[in-house]
Nanobody, 121 residues
Framework: QVQLVESGGGFAQAGGRLRLSCAAS????????MSWYRQAPGNQRELVAK???????DYADSVRGRFTISNDIDRNTVNLEMNSLKPEDTAVYYC???????????????WGPGTQVTVSS
């Protein structure tokens, strides 16, 4: 139905920067919002940043001021600019979208497979 494909990520030193991108494709009528979550080993998955289709965004306290989420409604994409990276930002980052698919009247959540971000001290 809907596929999310993440790109970017990789390795960075503390203080460095990385950019994540996610593209949604498939039977998409409308996207309510897209988000980035992350999960470090032994931890629960946590919300990093969320952006609604009209541009309103919110951030976890741990990344506010360092990370910036943006979207392109026409291309169904979401990006995450990560600056001033810290070792504690190391995690698998997941793209998440809440989508109204064609032929339905219910918004459904979808997840990407995840991309690894590793920050060395």
């Amino acid at each position: 139905q809907v596929q999310l494909v993440e790109s970017g990520g990789g390795f960075a030193q503390a203080g460095g920067r990385l950019r994540l991108s996610c593209a949604a494709s498939g039977s998409i009528s409308r996207i309510n919002h897209m988000s980035w979550y992350r999960q470090a080993p032994g931890n629960q998955r946590e919300l990093v940043a969320k952006i609604f289709s009209y541009g309103n965004a919110d951030y976890a306290d741990s990344v506010r001021g360092r990370f910036t989420i943006s979207n392109d409604i026409d291309r169904n994409t979401v990006n995450l600019e990560m600056n001033s990276l810290k070792p504690e930002d190391t995690a698998v980052y997941y793209c998440h979208a809440v989508v109204l698919t064609y032929g339905t009247d219910v918004f459904t959540p979808f997840w990407g497979p995840g991309t690894q971000v590793t920050v060395s001290s």
